[in-house]
């Protein structure tokens, strides 16, 4: 499939390259974090303003996760309780934080008039595979356990997250489904990892190596799973589940210069064809993770808009 990036994220991508950005895979993992974390100081937009903001400390059984919540001043309140989002951020489940992602959650909850609750899951390669899932899981029910208290609509509970977050949102709905709850309302799948196989046609094309190369994609998934067997456990690869029928309405957003670009879409259409509601957005001329680019990409905070509204769609 023929790849042209928009005029904007050619610009970002050429600044990239000519600022002699590493490549993670030559990193340490807590090099890639730190590279990571101050690179997003040139791309997020400024932070809208939120009534507000606290840490939280979500019991798990290995101990506390960390999270933190956003409370917009408009909220879409019944009976005094609103929807709420609980968020897990890309990063590969190796890079990435609650700062790295702050923008983007906040301008979540504007944009959808909604909590937000955003989950620092255990990264790898400290915290292999299954602990990310492990944290994901706990930290949603624990929010539809605590609900109330929270401020929340425990039947109006959706869960989202970009790339490796997006994977997490996508098992955690499906281990909702097959645990018998939480109910959960939505899923924002944003250019979601969904199948470890990696054989579809995107990953391999070179155009779609940008930013988020085929290469640096083996790292991650290296840094992430212990053993080639981990590939085909629904909890890492969540196309690999035996059925996607029973979920709840998805939002999937794919990029053109994307190597997880077919994967998202083929997971968007099949979970159509299980009957679930789906609507899917795919933006041509980006790169994986322009989402979180708003300062940068204009096309950015249009996908922001659009999830904000979809979110309102559900009620």
């Known amino acids: 499939m023929p790849v042209v990036l928009d005029p904007d994220a050619a610009a970002v991508y050429k ?26 100081f040139a791309t997020n937009p400024e932070p809208p303003e939120l009534a507000r903001i606290a840490a939280l400390s979500i019991p798990a059984q290995h101990g506390a996760v960390p999270a933190r919540i956003y409370v917009p001043a408009e909220l879409r309140r019944r009976d005094g309780l609103s929807p709420a989002m609980v968020f897990f ?34 990264l790898a390669p400290e915290h292999k595979f299954p602990a990310a899932v492990d944290d994901a899981i706990a930290a949603t029910r624990w929010v539809a356990a605590n609900a109330h208290e929270l401020g929340i609509d425990a039947t109006r509970l959706s869960v989202g997250g970009d790339s490796a977050g997006g994977n997490l949102a996508a098992v955690v709905a499906l281990a909702a489904r097959d645990g018998n709850g939480p109910a959960i309302a939505g899923q924002v799948l944003i250019y979601p990892a969904v199948d470890f196989a990696m054989t579809h046609r995107s990953h391999s094309e070179p155009e779609t190596s940008v930013l988020l190369t085929h290469s640096v994609i083996r790292w991650f998934r290296d840094h992430y799973l212990s ?31 994307d190597p997880l670009r ?24 980006q790169f994986h993770g322009f989402f979180t680019m708003g300062k940068l990409l204009r096309e950015a905070n249009v996908a922001a808009s659009e999830i904000g509204a979809w979110l309102k769609g559900l009620g």
């Open 89 to 122: 951020h890309g990063g590969g489940w190796v890079i990435g934080d609650l700062d790295t992602h702050d923008v983007a959650c906040r301008k979540l909850a504007v944009e959808s008039a909604l909590i937000v609750i955003s989950v620092d899951y255990r």
């Open 262 to 285: 077919d994967e998202g879409d083929e997971y968007a259409a099949r979970l159509k064809q299980a009957g679930v509601s789906v609507t899917y957005r795919h933006f041509p001329g």
């Open 227 to 257: 053993a080639a067997a981990d590939a085909e456990d629904w909890r890492a690869s969540p196309a690999r589940a035996a059925t996607l029928a029973r979920l709840p309405p998805a939002y999937v957003l794919t990029a053109g210069a």
């Open 15 to 40: 600044a990239f390259q000519e600022a002699g950005r590493p490549a993670y895979e030559t990193l340490t993992a807590p090099e890639a974090r730190a590279y990571y974390s101050q690179a997003r």
